[in-house]
Each structure stands twice: as structure tokens, then as C-alpha cells.
């Protein structure tokens, strides 16, 4: 007569077991995706993920300048060109047709674009815009690793002229942080 009964429902007997239930679930999935992420190479730490980004940063563009233009030959007039800077993955550079003024941009190579923004000469005003990039399917290694990249809709010069030179310097003194 002494004893004192009790009485759980089901559901609140349980609800431990399946937040546990649940915890211990998670922390295999995230295991699991772990190591098969580490059985094929991937990253999985922030610190590695950063570095392969930086790494994939190099291997599209690699440090130093670069001309492209819409037409393959040089001062071609109608055509836009571009000329620019890629240092440690930053961009900086400017955009031009042949006997007309230029606008500058700074950004970022990110994966797959050149993330810009250009700023309109006569306005001063920033304008967010992106240039696809592309492997050069016809070269599998230059021997680093890495095969060539152009941007879509461009050809790659290989000759800067002395107008190339100044944009670049024009717009590296004015936007270089």
C-alpha cells in the first residue's frame, strides 16, 4: 500500500530517445559524407575548402595580364576588348573598342566568371557584371597542371599595344586598393 506508481505515456517515454536517436543520426550522415568526401579527394574542413578554392582560383587564371578581344586580331574597330590584371585571384583592368573612350573594373575570378564591376566613365557609376570563363578543350596540361582558360565570346591576344598598356595603368592608379 505504501508504493507510489508511475505512470509515463508512451510518447514522453520515447521523445529522449528519439532526440538522441536523431543526434546520433546526423553525426553518421555528417561521417559518412566525411570520408567519402576524403575516399575521392574533396575537402572538408572550412581551412581545406578555402585552399582548393584558391587552388582552382590558380589553375583557371594564373597571376599576370591578359588581353582578349571579340575579333582575334588587334584594333580591329567595332570590337571590344579587355585588358587586365589577375594578381592572387583579384581583377583589375578595363574594357575598350579601338579610337573610343574606356571603362575600368576591378572584382574577382570565381569559379567558372570573372565576377566585375565596372564603373561607366562618363557617370562614375558602378555596374555589376560577370565574364564566363572556358577551358580550352584542345590542351589537356601546359605541364603545371593547368589547362589554358579563355572568357566566352573573346579570343586571347597575345601582344599588348602601348594603348593596352595605358588603359591598364590608367585604371590600376585609379581602382588598386
Known amino acids: 500500500m505504501g508504493e507510489t506508481t508511475v505512470i509515463t505515456s ?87 573598342m579601338p579610337r573610343s573612350s574606356f571603362d575600368c573594373f576591378y572584382g574577382d575570378v570565381e569559379a567558372g566568371q570573372l565576377a566585375l564591376t565596372v564603373i561607366n566613365s562618363y557617370e562614375q557609376t558602378p555596374h555589376a557584371y560577370s565574364v564566363a570563363l572556358q577551358s580550352d578543350g584542345t590542351v589537356a596540361s601546359t605541364g603545371n597542371g593547368s589547362a589554358p582558360v579563355g572568357l566566352e565570346g573573346y579570343h586571347r591576344l597575345n601582344e599588348l599595344s602601348d594603348t593596352d598598356r595605358q588603359i591598364l595603368a590608367t585604371c590600376k592608379a585609379d581602382y588598386a586598393q
Open 10 to 96: 508512451p510518447k514522453r517515454a520515447s521523445l529522449p530517445w528519439r532526440t538522441l536517436s536523431k543526434q546520433v543520426e546526423t553525426l553518421a550522415t555528417s561521417l559518412l559524407v566525411a570520408v567519402s568526401m576524403a575516399m575521392v579527394g574533396m575537402p572538408t574542413s572550412a581551412l581545406e575548402r578555402a585552399e582548393a578554392s584558391e587552388a582552382e582560383q590558380a589553375q583557371v587564371l594564373a597571376d599576370g595580364v591578359y588581353l582578349y578581344g571579340q575579333s582575334p586580331e588587334p584594333e580591329r574597330m567595332g570590337s571590344e576588348y579587355l585588358v587586365f590584371e589577375v594578381n592572387q585571384g583579384e581583377v583589375i583592368g578595363g574594357f575598350y
